[in-house]
């Protein structure tokens, strides 16, 4: 095997100055003096990037020629975040690049901000894949993320003078991005629609269309690694860009068409999250990349052979199916196998069966994906075929195994007018994981039961985690220095679990009063921060309280919103005195999906409170409430380093894991929240003394939903609650409209599917302790000192490796 090779070797300042200047001048065509920040970026971006080229190489080389199994991540969303940073810190030339912009005249951070943050993902799904991918290159894993290059992210979102969300098309490659490469000889054809016909006793898939599927590829550099894997994002070009007949007619509009239609697949990241779409170009969008990075795999590993032996391809490279987005890829492998290298059945399907592996990160049943067997049909028919044979095939097994008809129809893939995805990566696939210990539990017992009943060897945990590089190191150098310091290295960086050595520090004052200068430290960068982006005052002297992530019932924005109301009409009232306020600023941030009524209405309801009590005199310096618009990377990694209390309160049973949650605990930060997702472990691991537990658990709330829940009867009551409700009502946030908010009322009021109005009262009396808490910033800080110390666990690091052993059965190059 290929020595490693150094990623080129290091440069001085001088040096790396030298080579943006040539960038500058070459690739760019301006002058170092003529050059802006924006310049300056595309420059130093191409500059590390060609520090990376070699390292890239050899690990090509190395995950072709070496015997180490690879991983394949077939994700519909990459959340990846800035790259010039992480680019900068894995080639090790942060210092370098600090150096010569100035003397380019620059300020780094003015370099850093002019790059464009890349949104093509909704939230933590597609964040967790970007954190995965980074561990992968980090622990040395030859892999590959495949995925698609779209070009309208997740919505830019904007509030209007009425406080409700405005989206606006998030176009990210207005200008030029420098750190994709873009390679038409590399491409694929993914074919559509048509018919299949029987010739010389076989089926023979006749597309009525195809696309051309063009790789654009991003480097992944380890972090110390010297391993630099590959993203591999495709994007859809049409095969006749332009039809001449037509327009000769001068049908100009006719003649574009077939270009249209093909660019179409990759124009747009779908902004749902967690709810069922039904949409044909999703599907389209699906197959498209899953078929072209299948394709990709086999040119990659078995390179120039027509005839390769495909029965080695699961030990060339695991496929991990993230949610059932890419699961299309199934019914895809046994047609590549059949039909286009002649395998028979069995073999294709012991093939397929090793080769793909399913995360489930759901436990919404309205989030696994079903698709009308009439689409398939239409779109792929080659594909329906294959799937109601593997339906069949199943039937027979499960009958085999004793199971009872009933329950096998309850187990259906295919059920004559719908495809259940998640049963066919179940069924497909050697794997299924949940995503925290509690969810994977709750998809033995409740969701993918039977599945787990007939297969339990299948089914396993791997609990999420966040990468340790972004979000403490970079978020937070404050934070990582004075690790570094407590711990005398810095290795922690690429072996979180070391945190664990800042145990004893909480009991030393000096450290924890180290630690609460930091705090204080990034709070006043967050003032900074607001003040730049959003022309907010904040009063750096208050509780910073947060809570960010994707808006959805089950998440209860609402309970949030209606104890800040609550408080607020506590401080109107004098029901509290003045000694008896803690001051508070809370921040929200979230984006709803378009359609999504009541979450969008919430957030006008935010926006509206926010109004009302940020220019109220009485409640001045005692409570203040913002809604930060456009929630992204840069946000998190600006917010959380400043957050002293995070909001973590779903309903139990509802959030698969979380990972907002992890990102707040490693910057010390504590946690309100409920036994869901990774919370249980969070709070295992931390300590329940230094965790506010509050609200029903799993049990309690289908207790609850079995005798049936009034909501009604909660807000009769808890008079807090039914003076915040009565307030909303009533017209408070709506300049006296009472229609305004009517909808939601009457969901909490009848409905409250997620049971906010329930655990109201345990939320509110919660607040009580941690205020209690606050007002003793030793205690504080020694509990978010401990916080940080035993979160190490959540390091995407320790998910790789759990994946490694426990699903892919591989590990790092030699
Ligand atoms: C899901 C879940 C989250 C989970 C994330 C990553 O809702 O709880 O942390 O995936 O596994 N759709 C999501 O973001």
Redesign the pocket.
């Known amino acids: 095997m290929t020595e490693i090779t150094a990623p080129k070797s290091p440069v001085t300042s001088a040096e790396f100055a030298d080579e943006i200047r040539e960038q500058l001048k070459y690739s760019q065509g301006v002058t170092a003096e003529q050059a802006t920040a924006a310049d300056v970026y595309v420059a130093a971006a191409k500059a590390v990037r060609n520090h990376l080229a070699d390292a890239w190489f050899t690990t090509q080389a190395d995950t072709v020629n070496g015997n180490t199994k690879a991983v394949g991540y077939l994700s519909a969303e990459f959340l990846m975040g800035k790259q010039l940073e992480n680019a900068l810190l894995n080639a090790g030339l942060t210092e370098q690049f600090d150096e010569a912009v100035k003397s380019l005249g620059f300020q780094p951070k003015d370099i850093v901000d002019a790059e464009y943050e890349p949104g093509l993902g ?4 597609g964040r ?1 894949a970007a954190c995965f991918i980074d561990s992968l290159a980090s622990l040395g894993v030859p892999a590959f993320g495949y995925g698609i290059q779209y070009k309208y992210g997740i919505f830019k979102q904007k509030f209007d003078e009425d406080g409700k969300q405005v989206e606006t098309p998030d176009y990210w490659l207005n200008n030029e991005e420098p750190w994709g490469h873009i390679d038409y000889n590399r491409d694929q054809k993914v074919s559509f629609g048509g018919e299949v016909v029987e010739e010389d006793g076989k089926k023979v898939w006749k597309p009525a269309w195809s696309v051309r599927a063009v790789p654009v590829d991003y480097l992944v550099p380890g972090y110390k690694s010297q391993r630099v894997n590959t993203l591999r994002l495709w994007t859809a070009k049409s095969y006749d860009e332009f039809d001449l007949l037509a327009f000769n007619k001068s049908e100009y509009m006719d003649a574009v068409k077939p270009q249209v239609k093909a660019e179409n697949i990759s124009k747009i990241l779908y902004p749902e ?2 709810t069922k779409v039904g949409k044909e170009l999703r599907l389209e969008q699906q197959y498209f990349f899953v078929s072209a990075s299948l394709h990709d795999a086999i040119r990659v590993f078995y390179p120039g052979q027509d005839k390769p032996d495909l029965t080695t391809f699961p030990n060339k490279i695991t496929f991990q199916l993230n949610d059932t987005h890419p699961v299309i890829g199934i019914p895809e492998l046994m047609r590549i196998l059949i039909d286009e290298y002649g395998y028979d059945w069995d073999t294709a399907w012991g093939v397929t069966q090793k080769t793909f592996n399913y995360t489930c ?2 436990l919404l049943p309205e989030a696994l994906e079903v698709w009308p067997a009439s689409l398939i049909g239409e779109l792929l028919p080659r594909h329906l075929e294959i799937i109601e044979k593997i339906n069949e095939q199943f039937e027979a097994e499960l009958k085999a195994k004793g199971v009872d008809e009933a329950t096998a129809k309850d187990m259906a893939i295919y059920t004559g007018d719908s495809v259940r995805m998640a049963y066919l990566a179940t069924y497909g696939g050697s794997h299924v994981n949940g ?1 925290a210990e509690l969810h994977s539990q709750l998809l033995k017992d409740v969701t993918l039961k039977n599945f787990s009943d007939a297969y339990p060897d299948k089914f396993t945990n791997v609990t ?1 985690g966040v990468t340790p590089r972004r979000f403490v190191k970079l978020a937070n150098p404050g934070l990582s220095d004075l690790i570094t310091e407590g711990l005398g290295t810095d290795k922690w960086v690429s072996d979180l679990e070391m945190l664990e050595g800042l145990v004893p520090l909480a009991q030393d004052d000096e450290f924890v009063k180290k630690f609460a200068a930091v705090k204080a430290a990034n709070k006043h960068a967050f003032v900074g921060f607001a003040k730049d982006h959003y022309g907010l005052d904040i009063d750096e002297n208050t509780m910073f309280n947060t809570m960010v992530k994707r808006l959805h019932e089950y998440k209860r924005q609402s309970l949030k919103i209606l104890a800040v109301i609550s408080k607020y009409a506590a401080i109107k009232n004098g029901t509290v005195s003045a000694d008896d306020i803690l001051p508070r600023t809370v921040f929200f941030g979230a984006k709803a999906a378009p359609g999504y009524y009541l979450a969008k209405m919430t957030i006008q309801l935010i926006n509206n409170v926010s109004k009302v009590v940020n220019n109220d005199p009485d409640v001045k310096g005692k409570l203040a409430v913002h809604m930060l618009p456009n929630y992204n990377i840069e946000m998190a990694q600006n917010l959380i380093p400043a957050t002293e209390l995070d909001e973590q309160i779903s309903q139990a049973g509802k ?5 907002g949650n992890m990102k707040f605990a490693l910057n010390g930060a504590l946690t309100v929240g409920t036994l869901d ?1 990774a919370n249980v472990e969070i709070r295992e691991r931390v300590g329940a003394e230094n965790f506010f537990l509050f609200g029903m658990t799993v049990e309690e709330v289908d207790k609850l939903y079995a005798d049936g829940y009034n909501p009604a009867k909660y807000y009769e009551a808890d008079p807090r609650l039914k003076q915040a409700i009565d307030l909303v009502a009533g017209g408070t946030f709506s300049n006296g409209d009472r229609n305004a908010y009517a909808p939601l009322v009457s969901d909490w009021l009848t409905k409250d599917w997620f049971m906010t109005l329930a655990d109201f009262s345990a939320y509110a009396d919660i607040q009580a302790e941690i205020e209690k808490l606050y007002r003793d910033p030793l205690e504080w800080n020694r509990k978010a000192v401990l916080n940080v110390a035993n979160s190490g666990f959540f390091s995407s690091d320790r998910s790789i490796e759990d994946y490694l052993e426990r699903i892919w059965h591989t590990g790092p190059l030699a």
Do not use: F, I, M
Not at 122 to 125: D, M, P, Q, R
């Open positions: 909704n939230g933590g799904l967790l999250d967690s990160h759901t995503v999420n959030e698969a894991s979380g990972t997702g």
